[in-house]
Protein backbone atom coordinates (compact mmCIF):
# COMPACT_ATOMS: atom_id res chain seq x y z
CA UNK A 1 0.00 0.00 0.00
CA UNK A 2 1.28 3.21 -0.72
CA UNK A 3 1.80 5.73 2.33
CA UNK A 4 3.02 8.76 0.94
CA UNK A 5 3.53 11.88 3.11
CA UNK A 6 1.26 14.89 2.95
CA UNK A 7 1.71 18.75 4.79
CA UNK A 8 -1.20 20.21 6.27
CA UNK A 9 0.10 23.59 4.87
CA UNK A 10 -1.03 21.91 1.11
CA UNK A 11 -4.02 20.85 2.08
CA UNK A 12 -5.58 23.70 0.12
CA UNK A 13 -9.27 23.35 -1.87
CA UNK A 14 -8.63 22.52 -5.11
CA UNK A 15 -4.68 21.22 -5.04
CA UNK A 16 -3.86 17.46 -4.33
CA UNK A 17 -0.36 16.70 -3.50
CA UNK A 18 2.23 14.06 -2.33
CA UNK A 19 5.49 13.41 -1.64
CA UNK A 20 5.94 9.88 -2.19
CA UNK A 21 7.78 7.08 -0.32
CA UNK A 22 9.23 3.57 -1.31
CA UNK A 23 6.60 2.19 0.37
CA UNK A 24 4.07 0.43 -1.88
CA UNK A 25 5.04 -0.63 -5.79
CA UNK A 26 6.06 -3.74 -7.19
CA UNK A 27 9.85 -2.75 -7.64
CA UNK A 28 12.08 -5.42 -6.28
CA UNK A 29 15.89 -5.94 -4.43
CA UNK A 30 17.45 -2.39 -4.49
CA UNK A 31 14.70 -0.94 -5.85
CA UNK A 32 11.77 -2.62 -3.55
CA UNK A 33 9.34 -0.27 -3.78
CA UNK A 34 8.11 2.74 -5.48
CA UNK A 35 10.70 3.40 -7.55
CA UNK A 36 9.44 5.66 -10.46
CA UNK A 37 13.22 6.25 -11.44
CA UNK A 38 13.10 6.05 -15.19
CA UNK A 39 16.54 6.64 -15.03
CA UNK A 40 17.36 3.68 -12.81
CA UNK A 41 18.31 0.86 -14.26
CA UNK A 42 15.27 -1.19 -12.82
CA UNK A 43 12.68 -3.03 -14.95
CA UNK A 44 11.13 -0.40 -16.97
CA UNK A 45 7.97 -1.52 -16.97
CA UNK A 46 7.81 -2.30 -13.58
CA UNK A 47 8.79 1.80 -12.66
CA UNK A 48 6.19 2.52 -15.48
CA UNK A 49 3.49 0.56 -12.87
CA UNK A 50 4.61 2.34 -10.39
CA UNK A 51 4.38 5.79 -12.05
CA UNK A 52 0.85 4.97 -13.05
CA UNK A 53 0.25 3.79 -8.82
CA UNK A 54 1.29 7.22 -7.97
CA UNK A 55 -0.86 8.78 -11.01
CA UNK A 56 -3.89 7.18 -9.69
CA UNK A 57 -3.16 8.07 -5.74
CA UNK A 58 -4.09 11.50 -6.86
CA UNK A 59 -6.61 10.45 -9.18
CA UNK A 60 -4.72 11.77 -12.01
CA UNK A 61 -4.14 9.39 -15.54
CA UNK A 62 -1.13 7.97 -15.79
CA UNK A 63 -0.63 10.19 -19.36
CA UNK A 64 -1.14 13.18 -17.07
CA UNK A 65 2.02 12.88 -14.83
CA UNK A 66 4.17 15.56 -15.80
CA UNK A 67 8.50 14.81 -14.57
CA UNK A 68 11.12 16.58 -16.50
CA UNK A 69 14.47 15.44 -17.28
CA UNK A 70 16.39 16.79 -14.82
CA UNK A 71 20.18 18.31 -14.86
CA UNK A 72 21.01 20.22 -11.50
CA UNK A 73 20.19 23.14 -13.34
CA UNK A 74 18.04 26.51 -12.40
CA UNK A 75 15.83 26.23 -14.98
CA UNK A 76 12.27 26.01 -14.42
CA UNK A 77 9.22 25.47 -17.09
CA UNK A 78 5.65 26.46 -17.14
CA UNK A 79 3.71 22.55 -18.76
CA UNK A 80 0.28 23.53 -19.67
CA UNK A 81 -0.47 19.71 -21.35
CA UNK A 82 0.61 16.35 -20.52
CA UNK A 83 4.06 15.38 -22.07
CA UNK A 84 4.00 12.57 -24.32
CA UNK A 85 6.74 13.38 -26.83
CA UNK A 86 9.62 14.56 -25.25
CA UNK A 87 10.82 16.12 -21.71
CA UNK A 88 12.11 19.31 -21.29
CA UNK A 89 15.73 19.60 -19.63
CA UNK A 90 14.41 21.35 -16.22
CA UNK A 91 14.46 21.25 -12.87
CA UNK A 92 11.08 23.00 -11.92
CA UNK A 93 7.39 22.47 -13.33
CA UNK A 94 5.09 25.03 -13.20
CA UNK A 95 1.20 24.64 -14.11
CA UNK A 96 -2.20 26.76 -13.94
CA UNK A 97 -3.56 23.18 -15.78
CA UNK A 98 -6.30 21.23 -13.53
CA UNK A 99 -5.13 17.46 -13.45
CA UNK A 100 -2.18 17.81 -14.89
CA UNK A 101 0.20 16.47 -12.20
CA UNK A 102 3.51 17.76 -12.00
CA UNK A 103 6.83 15.91 -9.92
CA UNK A 104 9.93 15.91 -9.44
CA UNK A 105 12.18 12.82 -8.49
CA UNK A 106 14.92 12.80 -6.12
CA UNK A 107 16.80 10.44 -3.79
CA UNK A 108 18.52 12.73 -1.53
CA UNK A 109 17.83 16.18 -3.27
CA UNK A 110 15.59 18.35 -1.88
CA UNK A 111 11.74 18.10 -3.49
CA UNK A 112 9.86 21.48 -3.36
CA UNK A 113 6.16 21.63 -3.67
CA UNK A 114 4.76 25.12 -4.27
CA UNK A 115 1.28 26.18 -4.19
CA UNK A 116 -0.49 29.64 -4.84
CA UNK A 117 -4.23 29.20 -3.42
CA UNK A 118 -5.44 31.76 -5.26
CA UNK A 119 -3.92 32.32 -8.39
CA UNK A 120 -4.63 28.65 -9.05
CA UNK A 121 -0.83 28.09 -9.78
CA UNK A 122 1.24 24.79 -8.69
CA UNK A 123 4.83 23.79 -9.13
CA UNK A 124 7.50 21.71 -7.85
CA UNK A 125 11.05 21.85 -8.05
CA UNK A 126 14.02 19.38 -7.65
CA UNK A 127 16.56 21.59 -5.78
CA UNK A 128 20.43 19.79 -4.39
CA UNK A 129 22.99 21.63 -3.76
CA UNK A 130 23.81 22.39 -7.46
CA UNK A 131 20.25 23.96 -7.90
CA UNK A 132 19.94 25.41 -4.42
CA UNK A 133 22.82 27.47 -5.18
CA UNK A 134 22.39 28.69 -8.67
CA UNK A 135 18.43 30.02 -8.01
CA UNK A 136 16.12 26.99 -9.48
CA UNK A 137 14.07 27.82 -6.01
CA UNK A 138 13.83 31.69 -7.33
CA UNK A 139 13.44 30.88 -10.98
CA UNK A 140 10.50 28.88 -9.83
CA UNK A 141 8.72 31.14 -8.31
CA UNK A 142 9.66 33.61 -10.49
CA UNK A 143 8.19 31.71 -13.19
CA UNK A 144 4.97 31.24 -11.36
CA UNK A 145 4.66 34.95 -11.06
CA UNK A 146 5.02 34.78 -14.65
CA UNK A 147 1.65 33.43 -14.50
CA UNK A 148 0.31 35.34 -11.87
CA UNK A 149 1.10 33.92 -8.48
CA UNK A 150 2.44 36.88 -5.78
CA UNK A 151 5.16 35.72 -3.46
CA UNK A 152 3.34 36.38 -0.62
CA UNK A 153 0.62 33.94 -1.32
CA UNK A 154 2.87 30.89 -2.18
CA UNK A 155 3.30 27.99 -0.04
CA UNK A 156 6.43 26.27 0.01
CA UNK A 157 7.01 23.15 1.29
CA UNK A 158 10.34 21.08 1.08
CA UNK A 159 10.11 17.01 1.29
CA UNK A 160 12.48 14.18 2.54
CA UNK A 161 16.16 15.08 1.84
CA UNK A 162 19.59 14.39 3.16
CA UNK A 163 19.87 15.86 6.68
CA UNK A 164 22.88 17.84 8.22
CA UNK A 165 23.68 15.08 10.25
CA UNK A 166 24.31 12.52 7.00
CA UNK A 167 26.02 14.95 4.36
CA UNK A 168 29.29 15.19 4.96
CA UNK A 169 31.36 17.75 1.89
CA UNK A 170 34.87 18.24 1.02
CA UNK A 171 36.82 21.72 1.69
CA UNK A 172 36.12 22.41 -1.75
CA UNK A 173 32.45 22.50 -1.45
CA UNK A 174 32.53 24.68 1.72
CA UNK A 175 35.27 27.20 0.02
CA UNK A 176 32.70 27.29 -3.36
CA UNK A 177 29.38 27.10 -0.89
CA UNK A 178 31.04 30.45 1.49
CA UNK A 179 32.42 31.93 -1.82
CA UNK A 180 28.47 32.37 -2.82
CA UNK A 181 27.94 33.99 0.79
CA UNK A 182 29.80 34.43 3.79
CA UNK A 183 26.94 33.44 5.95
CA UNK A 184 26.67 30.57 4.20
CA UNK A 185 28.94 29.48 6.88
CA UNK A 186 26.25 28.82 8.77
CA UNK A 187 24.91 25.70 7.16
CA UNK A 188 28.21 24.08 7.54
CA UNK A 189 29.99 22.53 11.05
CA UNK A 190 33.06 20.49 11.15
CA UNK A 191 32.88 16.57 10.09
CA UNK A 192 34.73 13.99 12.14
CA UNK A 193 37.01 13.60 9.60
CA UNK A 194 39.53 16.47 9.20
CA UNK A 195 38.98 19.92 6.60
CA UNK A 196 35.45 18.04 6.02
CA UNK A 197 31.96 19.45 7.06
CA UNK A 198 28.15 18.66 7.55
CA UNK A 199 26.00 20.50 5.26
CA UNK A 200 22.79 21.60 6.26
CA UNK A 201 21.18 21.27 3.05
CA UNK A 202 17.42 21.37 4.46
CA UNK A 203 17.99 24.77 6.12
CA UNK A 204 19.61 25.96 3.05
CA UNK A 205 16.84 25.98 1.08
CA UNK A 206 13.68 26.84 3.24
CA UNK A 207 15.75 29.66 4.47
CA UNK A 208 15.97 30.91 0.25
CA UNK A 209 12.55 30.24 0.18
CA UNK A 210 11.83 32.20 3.45
CA UNK A 211 14.19 35.17 2.10
CA UNK A 212 11.66 35.27 -1.00
CA UNK A 213 8.85 35.82 1.07
CA UNK A 214 7.09 32.92 0.82
CA UNK A 215 5.69 30.30 2.98
CA UNK A 216 8.40 28.22 3.88
CA UNK A 217 8.56 24.71 5.82
CA UNK A 218 10.58 21.68 5.83
CA UNK A 219 8.39 17.88 6.82
CA UNK A 220 11.39 16.99 8.39
CA UNK A 221 12.28 13.40 6.97
CA UNK A 222 15.73 12.51 6.12
CA UNK A 223 16.75 9.96 3.29
CA UNK A 224 19.71 8.65 3.83
CA UNK A 225 18.94 7.54 7.76
CA UNK A 226 15.05 6.41 6.76
CA UNK A 227 16.00 3.23 4.71
CA UNK A 228 12.29 1.70 5.25
CA UNK A 229 10.79 4.57 3.72
CA UNK A 230 12.95 6.32 1.41
CA UNK A 231 15.62 5.80 -1.41
CA UNK A 232 18.98 7.00 -0.98
CA UNK A 233 21.68 7.95 -3.57
CA UNK A 234 24.56 8.70 -0.71
CA UNK A 235 23.29 5.54 1.45
CA UNK A 236 23.50 3.26 -1.90
CA UNK A 237 27.17 5.00 -2.60
CA UNK A 238 28.01 3.87 0.97
CA UNK A 239 26.96 0.57 0.74
CA UNK A 240 28.48 0.48 -2.69
CA UNK A 241 25.58 -1.08 -4.22
CA UNK A 242 25.16 -0.59 -8.18
CA UNK A 243 22.21 1.89 -8.20
CA UNK A 244 19.70 3.50 -6.26
CA UNK A 245 15.23 4.02 -6.29
CA UNK A 246 13.79 7.70 -6.52
CA UNK A 247 11.10 9.23 -5.07
CA UNK A 248 8.38 10.92 -6.52
CA UNK A 249 6.88 14.23 -5.21
CA UNK A 250 3.92 15.60 -6.78
CA UNK A 251 1.60 18.17 -6.84
CA UNK A 252 -1.76 18.96 -8.93
CA UNK A 253 -4.88 21.41 -9.61
CA UNK A 254 -8.31 19.16 -9.22
Request: net charge neutral.
Amino acid sequence: MLKPITCNALKLDGINHAFFTRHGGASKGIYKGLNVGIGSNDDQEVVTKNRALASAHLNVPKTHLATPYQIHSAIAVVVSEPMTIKKPKADALVTKTKGLMVGVLTADCGPVLFADEKAGIVATAHAGWKGATSGILENTIQTMCNLGATPKNIIAILGPTISQENYEVGPEFADNLISLDKNNDAYLINSEQKTHFMFDLPQYIVDRLSNLDVQANWTGQCTYSNEDALFSYRRSTHRKEPDYGRQLSAICLI
